[in-house]
């Protein structure tokens, strides 16, 4: 599970938004690749540890994978973790058919998804905690990360419950206009969107880069007692791929 991670220079600055070119002016996505991430918690943002992101759409498949590494204590509360996402592609977007978490001394979480059912089976060690209704264009945690693509290049907001490893958040994905990072990776021109609860559960804020194809460059994720955790990527390698699963349960 573990993977060696690549050490990023910091973070320098963000910048106030900018009058920059329309989502659809982006560059063509790269089919697979990888992101290299440095991860920063808490309100003074210093840098806990780094993350990898792989990526791989290819066809009607998709296969995602982000293994965050932790450093000292971080790594025993809880920010030590792989998650995996895979399923299909269809008109709508990404289609989940199983997320995964792996976290050093607990059991194996999973959420599969029965399209045919209309239900996701939420496990903990194979056994059920929670079974929910899902409707076409639901994502898991990992896939909303590129289904923000698809909000972005609308411009307009959307809904859908969003499954995590332990529950479902109907939710609502929604651009917050156009800013340019200054990240380790680079100065990338990018858009901003922001996914939020209905009950307040989920407080996610995704920056897109236009120049490599609206994937995901920085995720902030807020946590309901107000903790962050900020991964800003700090080298972006398109064409190393995740591998796809060969079978199709669902």
């Known amino acids: 599970m573990r993977r060696p991670f690549a050490r990023g220079v910091l973070l320098l600055a963000l910048a106030s938004a900018l009058p920059l070119a329309p989502a659809n002016a982006a560059a063509p996505a790269s089919a697979q690749g990888q992101i290299h991430f440095d991860v920063h918690y808490g309100s003074q943002g210093f840098k806990v540890g ?59 979480e999973q959420a599969n998804f029965d399209w045919a059912a209309g239900r996701v089976s939420i496990r903990r060690g194979g056994e059920e905690r929670r079974s929910a209704a899902i409707r076409a264009g639901d ?21 859908f419950a969003v499954v995590t490893n332990k529950s479902l958040k109907q939710a609502t994905l929604e651009p917050r206009g156009e800013e340019r990072l200054e ?13 939020f609860a209905e009950q307040g559960e989920l407080d996610i804020d995704i920056w897109l880069s236009k120049r490599h194809g609206l994937l ?35």
């Open 50 to 108: 780094e993350a990898r992101h792989d990526w791989t759409l290819e066809g009607e498949r998709y296969a995602l994978v982000l293994a965050l590494q932790a450093k000292g204590l971080a790594g025993l509360f809880g920010l030590d973790y792989e998650q995996r996402s895979s399923g299909r592609i269809d008109a709508q977007g990404m289609r989940p058919e199983l997320f995964e978490v792996e976290q050093r001394g607990r059991k194996l």
């Open 139 to 159: 994502q898991d945690l990992l896939s909303l990360w590129h289904q923000a693509r698809r909000v972005a290049e609308s411009g307009k907001a959307a809904k």
């Open 183 to 195: 990240l380790a990776a680079g100065t990338l021109d990018t858009v901003r969107l922001h996914a």
């Open 216 to 250: 995901p460059v920085r995720i902030r994720i807020t946590d309901e007692k107000g903790g962050v955790l900020d991964q800003r990527a700090s080298r972006i390698e398109p064409g190393s791929p995740a591998a796809i699963p060969a079978t199709d349960k669902n």
